[in-house]
């Protein structure tokens, strides 16, 4: 079954601390891969995307993921996390060969303490 | 551009009452969905249509219809509000080549 997986269901770091997220999905091929953030009392934004390629990818807001086949994982890092990145964060996976039905994880949602 | 827009932003309904939830694109986009969002359980989609007069049911469309009468539109109907249908709703656009999904900033439906 298709699924995406976020082992973490919060986390709380230090401000200026590094930050990793984690990510794996079982899917039938090589999916698409998103991460998307939430703030609070807002719709999803989309950080980044992996199609092909490089297997780190750069986001926006000093996000990258590195895409491990070996292991169906998606994680999510910033090296120095700031206040303003407390938020839900949900990784995603959809179909590469036609179809977009997208599968999101549960969530992980990121505490920031000063 | 405003992307994706919802309307209302919050509603408060009586069992058995019946509304539409809104949703509007105006990125030309033929995909879009609907996902019910609740808490430890992500985002789970309703509905999605493909394009104008096609719509498809998602993992929980029981109690929800749909329809598509033009692409810029795809409102999402509840027909007899249950408490279980408290969430907050989500309408997308979707990108059809990349799948990226351009999300509404939300309903936040509560059933009393």
Redesign the interface.
């Known amino acids: 079954a298709q699924s ?1 997986t976020q082992p973490d ?1 919060h986390i709380t770091v230090s401000e200026g601390a590094s930050l990793e997220l984690r990510c794996n999905y079982s899917y039938g091929a090589t999916p ?1 891969l ?1 991460w ?1 953030v939430q703030s609070p ?6 950080l980044l ?1 992996y ?1 092909s390629g490089d297997t780190l990818v750069q986001g926006i807001k000093g996000f990258e993921a590195e895409f491990k086949r070996s292991q169906s994982s998606f994680n999510l890092r910033k090296p120095s996390v700031h206040w303003s990145d407390a938020a839900e964060y ?1 990784c995603a996976v ?2 590469n060969t036609g179809g ?3 599968i ?4 992980t949602r990121l505490f920031v303490k000063a | 551009n405003a992307g994706v827009t919802q309307t209302p932003k919050f509603q408060v309904l009586k069992t058995g009452q019946s509304m539409t939830l809104q949703c509007a694109q105006d990125m030309n986009h033929e995909y879009m969905s609907w996902y019910r969002q609740d808490p430890g359980m992500g985002l789970r989609l309703i509905h999605y249509s493909v394009g104008a007069g096609i719509t498809d049911q998602g993992e929980v469309p029981n109690g929800y219809n749909v329809s598509r009468s033009t692409t810029e539109d795809f409102p999402l109907r509840l027909l007899s509000a249950a408490p279980s249908q408290t969430s907050v709703y989500f309408c997308a656009s979707i990108e059809a080549i990349t799948n990226e999904q351009f999300f509404g900033p939300g309903t936040r439906l509560t059933v009393l």
Do not use: E, R, S
């Open positions: 995406v269901i698409y998103f998307y009392g807002q719709g999803l934004q989309l995307k199609f949900f959809a179909p977009f039905k997208t999101f994880g549960a969530g």
